[in-house]
C-alpha cells in the first residue's frame, strides 16, 4: 500500500517556475515507477512524466518539450517535477501516481495516486 501525498502548487506568472513534490508513505515506495499527471479545466487527465525507481530512465510527454523535470529522492520518500518556462496552458490539477509495473503514460497502468495540487499559470 502507497499513500501519495502532493505539494508545492500555486499561482505563476508566464515564464515562471514551480517545483512540485510528492510524499509517499510505504515501505516499498523505492520499487514503485512514479508519475506525474495534470488535468486541466474541462479536460481528460493527461500523461506529463515518469521515472523507473532508480530515477535512471524517465519518460516525458511531448508538450513538455524540455522545460519540466521529473526527480526522485528514494531516501525521502518523495519524487519531484520541476516545471520552468511555464504558460497558461499548464493550469490544472497535477497529480502523482505510483506504478507497480514499468514505465508507462496510460492512467491504467497506475495503482495509486494522490489527491493532487493546484497550479494556476497566469499570462
Known amino acids: 500500500q502507497v499513500q501519495l501525498v502532493e505539494s508545492g502548487g500555486g499561482l505563476v506568472q508566464a515564464g515562471g517556475s514551480l517545483r512540485l513534490s510528492c510524499a509517499a508513505s510505504g515501505r516499498t515506495f523505492r520499487t514503485y515507477v512514479m508519475g506525474w499527471f495534470r488535468r486541466a479545466p474541462e479536460k481528460e487527465r493527461e500523461f506529463v512524466a515518469a521515472a523507473t525507481w532508480s530515477g535512471a530512465r524517465t519518460l516525458y510527454a511531448n508538450f513538455v518539450k524540455g522545460r519540466f523535470t521529473i526527480s526522485r529522492d528514494n531516501a525521502k520518500n518523495t519524487v519531484y517535477l520541476q516545471m520552468n518556462n511555464l504558460t497558461p496552458e499548464d493550469t490544472a490539477d497535477y497529480y502523482c501516481?505510483?506504478?507497480?509495473?514499468?514505465?508507462?503514460?496510460?492512467?491504467?497502468?497506475?495503482?495509486?495516486w494522490g489527491q493532487g495540487t493546484q497550479v494556476l499559470g497566469s499570462s
Open positions: 501516481a505510483a506504478s507497480a509495473g514499468d514505465l508507462a503514460t496510460q492512467t491504467s497502468n497506475y495503482n495509486y
